[in-house]
C-alpha cells in the first residue's frame, strides 16, 4: 500500500517515511500541502496519507477540506498529525475531512494500529464499490449470455440516434434472430439450448468491432448496433454475423447441432430523422421477411418498413 508523508519538517518526514518503510509500506512525501494536495489528486495517487498539521502554502485541514470537496476514484483514509490535543483542534480536523488524527510526537505502536485501522477502512470501501458494480452490471446485462439486456441496449441506442441526430454521423441497426431455436429445446432439451445461446451471443460478440454494442433482445433475439455503417457495409457485417454461426456446429452437452441466422438491418443513411423506434421496426420488419423468405438470410429494410407495424416473426 502506498503512503504518503506530508511534513515541512524533514527530520519528521525522514523519520515517519523510514518507519513506513520498516512496515512494508511504499512510501512518497511532500514538504508542503499544496505538493501533498497535487499527489492525492495525481495518478496512481497514494490511498492513506499522514498530513501534518501545520505545514506553509497550505496546513493539512487544509488539504483535507480540498480533497473532500471533488470525489476521487477511489477514497484516500487521511490521517493528521498534530500537536493540538484542544477538543475544539480535534474536532476541527476532523470536521475538514480528516478520518483520523494523532497527537506528536506519536507512538510508534499507535501509528501501526491506526494505519491498520485505515486499512481496514479501505477494505471495506473497496469491496462496497465492487458490489456496487456488480449490482450496476447485474441490472444492465442479460445474466444468461453476459451481452447487455434489453433495457439497456434500447437505452444506447437511444442515445446513439440522438447523438447522430445532434452531431451527424450514421448508425446500422440489425436484429438477429436464431432460426428454428424451439426444435434445439425440444429435441436436446432447455440446457443445452442456453448452451447454444451463450455460444451464438460469443460468436457474434467476437465478429464485431470493439465500439459496437450487443444486446439480447429477447428470447433468441439479439440487437446490434454498428456506428459508422452504411447500408452496404451493414450487409456485410449481418453476413459475417450468420458465416460465424452457420459455418461450424455449436457443441452442447447433448451434442452438437447446427444453427443458422436471419437478420434484418437498417441504417440510418435511409431513415433520416427517424427515432428508435421507427428503427427497431424496420428492422424487424426487415427480419420478418428473411424469416417468411425460408430463412437463413439477410434482408434490408425499405422506406416501408418505417412506418408501419409488422407480426411478430415467429
Known sequence: MKVLVADDDVVSRQMAAQLLRKWDYEVVTAADGR???????????PRLALLDWMMPLMDG???????????????????????????????EGLESGADDYLTKPFDS???????????????????????????????????????????????????????????????????????HFKSVNDKL??????????????????????????GRYGGEEFLVLLPGCDRAAAEERAK???AAVADSPIETTEGETRMTLSVG?????????????????????????????????VELAVSNDLLQPVPAAG
Open 265 to 297: 438491418v437498417i441504417s440510418t443513411v435511409d431513415a433520416a430523422g427517424s427515432d428508435s423506434i421507427a428503427l427497431v421496426r424496420a428492422a424487424d420488419a426487415a427480419l420478418y421477411r428473411a424469416k417468411q423468405a425460408g430463412r437463413n438470410r
Open 109 to 179: 505502536d499507535e501509528l501501526k494500529a491506526r494505519l491498520r485501522a485505515g486499512l481496514r477502512v479501505l477494505d471495506l470501501e473497496d469491496n462496497l464499490v465492487k458490489a456496487r458494480e456488480g449490482l450496476r452490471f447485474k441490472a444492465s446485462h442479460d445474466a444468461l449470455t453476459g451481452l447487455w439486456n434489453r433495457g439497456a441496449i434500447l437505452e444506447l441506442m437511444q442515445r446513439e440516434v440522438q447523438r447522430i441526430q445532434r452531431e451527424g454521423g450514421v448508425l446500422a441497426l440489425m436484429l438477429v434472430d436464431l432460426d
Open 61 to 91: 485541514p487544509e488539504v483535507c477540506r480540498e480533497l473532500r470537496l471533488k470525489p476521487l476514484d477511489a477514497y484516500v483514509y487521511l490521517l493528521l498529525l498534530t500537536s493540538k490535543d484542544a477538543k475544539q483542534d480535534v474536532v
Open 189 to 214: 432439451g432447455h440446457l443445452s439450448g442456453d448452451e447454444v445461446l451463450r455460444e451464438t451471443a460469443r460468436r457474434i460478440s467476437q465478429s464485431v468491432r470493439s465500439y459496437d454494442l450487443v
Open 240 to 242: 459475417r454475423f450468420a
Open 35 to 45: 505538493a501533498a494536495l497535487d499527489i492525492l489528486r495525481g495518478p496512481a495517487a
